[in-house]
């Protein structure tokens, strides 16, 4: 069966510091992995996907993830934090087998000043 | 462009009744998904069209829930005799093919009491 696992309910990260955002996942084919942020009473906001090559992948608002087939890991990194990067932060996963996603429950990030 | 909308934002009903969620994706994308969200957890799939069909209902919990996208454009899930558990955030997304990233509209929070 296929699942995702995001480890941390909350991560707290200063201003101007890298961050990571950790995600683990099990697929039994091929995975092809996502990167969204959901912030308060909006929807959810795609980031940035994995479906095949280069294993770092850019996205949006500065963000990249790196797909680690080895580890099952997928973990959403960004250089420098902003304040405004505070949200809450999923991780989903597919195989080529079928189109639903499969999701985490959430890691919240909160960016203090 | 325009992106997913959803309608009504917000829904209140009472136990038993019958209620109608109304998407509208992107458009020109052939693919729709609809996935529920309770609170603190991830989304979870409920059902995804390719065109009018449903391509894959498994995730519909029980036959009180149904959905139909008659033009192969808007679509609309109906639920039939709520019940207080139905009470969650729907959220719907719709992609270009079946397979492509999924966009995602506000949600539509209900609310059975």
């Known amino acids: 069966a296929q699942s995702v696992a995001q480890p941390e309910d909350q991560v707290n990260v200063a201003e101007g510091n890298p961050l990571t955002v950790k995600c683990t996942y099990s697929?039994?084919?091929?995975?092809?992995l996502f990167w969204y942020v959901q912030y308060p009473n909006r929807g959810l906001q795609f980031l940035l996907k994995?479906?095949?090559?280069d294993n770092l992948v850019k996205g949006s608002y500065g963000f990249e993830a790196e797909f680690n087939k080895s580890q099952t890991s997928f973990h959403l990194k960004k250089p420098s934090a902003l304040v405004s990067d505070s949200a809450l932060y999923f991780c989903?996963?597919?195989?080529?087998?079928?189109?639903?996603?499969?999701w985490g429950a959430g890691t919240k990030l909160i960016i203090k000043p | 462009g325009a992106g997913v909308s959803q309608t009504p934002s917000n829904k209140v009903t009472e136990k038993g009744k019958y209620v109608e969620l109304r998407c509208d994706p992107i458009s020109g994308h052939t693919a729709l998904y609809w996935y529920r969200q309770s609170l603190g957890q991830g989304p979870e799939f409920l059902i995804y069209f390719q065109g009018t069909g449903a391509a894959d209902d498994s995730g519909l919990p029980n036959d009180r829930f149904f959905a139909v996208r008659p033009e192969g454009s808007v679509s609309t899930l109906k639920i039939q005799r709520t019940e207080r558990g139905d009470s969650a955030v729907y959220l719907c997304?719709?992609?270009?093919?079946?397979?492509?990233?999924?966009?995602f509209g506000p949600g539509t929070r209900l609310t059975v009491l």
């Open positions: 997304a719709s992609s270009y093919i079946a397979g492509d990233t999924q966009y």
């Open positions: 989903a996963v597919r195989d080529d087998s079928n189109y639903q996603l499969i």
């Open positions: 994995y479906i095949t090559g």
């Open positions: 697929v039994s084919g091929n995975p092809y």
